[in-house]
């Protein structure tokens, strides 16, 4: 991958998370956090991972992504000053959840500790 794709990719990302924490109106955009952006190399598609803060309220704000997409594109192709903007594809980033799962798994495990076992 080349370090100037890289670098839009970064650069997309942080632009991406301001325009939705600063310009967006919809209350669920203020729940979404971004994780991720990818590119492809003729940069026809963008992929945004996201994350949302309360999983009650992810359908809504995977709706409210889908509904503002033309917006977010016009935006961040400004801030960006992009000669070709990709068309944005929203992806649910699963990892923040698998990795709370895992940590529930763990907690739930009944390990005993070195006091237990002298007993």
């Known amino acids: 991958?080349?370090?100037a794709l890289k670098r839009l990719e970064s650069n997309s990302l942080r632009e991406l998370s301001i325009i939705l924490s600063r310009e967006s109106r919809n209350e669920y955009l203020h729940e979404v956090t971004l994780t991720e952006v990818r590119i492809t190399r003729?940069?026809?598609?963008?992929?945004?991972?996201?994350?949302v803060l309360n999983d009650k309220h992810k359908e809504k704000a995977a709706q409210a992504l889908e509904d503002c997409k033309s917006f977010l594109r016009?935006?961040?192709?400004?801030?960006i000053n992009a000669r070709k903007m990709p068309e944005i594809i929203w992806k649910y980033d699963e990892s923040l959840a698998y990795g709370n799962h895992m940590n529930e798994i763990i907690a739930s495990l009944n390990i005993p500790h070195d006091d237990?076992?002298?007993e």
Do not use: G, R
């Open 1 to 3: 991958m080349s370090l």
């Open 42 to 51: 003729d940069l026809s598609y963008m992929t945004v991972f996201y994350s």
């Open 74 to 79: 016009t935006a961040l192709c400004q801030k």
């Open 116 to 118: 237990e076992e002298n």
